[in-house]
């Protein structure tokens, strides 16, 4: 889908909200799946980047609705405009997006803090009964290619001094059996620009865009959270554990961590290379393959 700026955004919005005028709108460029837009730091507005991202939004707010009561975190209340241009909004949940040198600065009890909530939040996904998240709509994850068709995509564009490493990557991501914690419903989307975190507290306040949430492979919920930090996820996984009983395949965590970067990368224009640093992304992995 076309990308928009602000002026085109705010007009969309304001044919669905005249009453939204004199407000204040701000671009929020740090989405993948989707351009944001805050109004008045007490609204979010979200259009698609991409042809999936429109039925994700669909179902989101339906999703939404059924989860949110069982859920130990805050999540918006998230309601869809189907357009032209579609978009969803809701209420914006205080806080603002945790990144890696805010994570860095965090003490220990408010990293261990944040692992905890966040390892709670996707306990309690994990347990939802699937007869009813079926009924709101939720189905299969969106399905990664192959590893080698990854690996085809992205080896052209790749500096000399990474493909080796990246051609291995693929080859120990084919050789993976199927997950053994089997599917679930996770959000699989929990890095910082996911969630509104109260720095002054050092408190998670709330997590939001379930637009590719679904029922996938256990060990892909654990990926995204590695943007804020490596630590991060450590920390998570070893509380998961504690309250689930269950044993996690940290090296899968690892490969699969790995070729997500390298699928961003190989399907990303050049301008979103550069935007969202994807290179960098995958050469900082690199030394935290098994």
Known sequence: MAEAGLTALRAAILAAFPD?????????????????????????????R??????????????????????PVAVPRTRFHPGPPCFAWHAKLPGTSLLAAGYARLPEAARQRLAEDLAGFQAALHRLDPALLRQAGVGPLWEWPAPGAILQQALPRLPAGLRRAATRLAGDCAALPPDPGGLVFGHFDTHGWN????????????VFDFGTSGFGPLHRDFLAPSFIAPDLTRRMMAQY??????RLDRDR??????????????????????????????????????
């Open 253 to 290: 965590i690892a490969l699969l961590t790995g070729l997500q970067r390298l699928m961003e990368f190989g399907e990303a224009t050049e301008a979103q290379i550069a935007e969202f640093g994807l290179l960098q992304n995958l050469q900082d992995w690199i030394p935290h393959l098994p």
């Open 241 to 246: 554990e504690a309250l689930t009983g269950l």
């Open 195 to 206: 969630l509104a975190f109260d720095h002054a507290a050092g408190r998670l306040h709330g």
């Open 50 to 71: 991409f042809e999936r991202g429109v039925a994700a939004l669909q179902r989101e707010a339906r999703l939404l609705a059924v989860i949110g009561p069982a859920l």
């Open 20 to 48: 939204l005028a004199d407000a204040r709108f701000t671009l929020l460029t740090d989405g993948w799946e989707s351009q944001a837009v805050d109004v008045d730091d007490r609204l979010i507005f979200r259009f698609p």
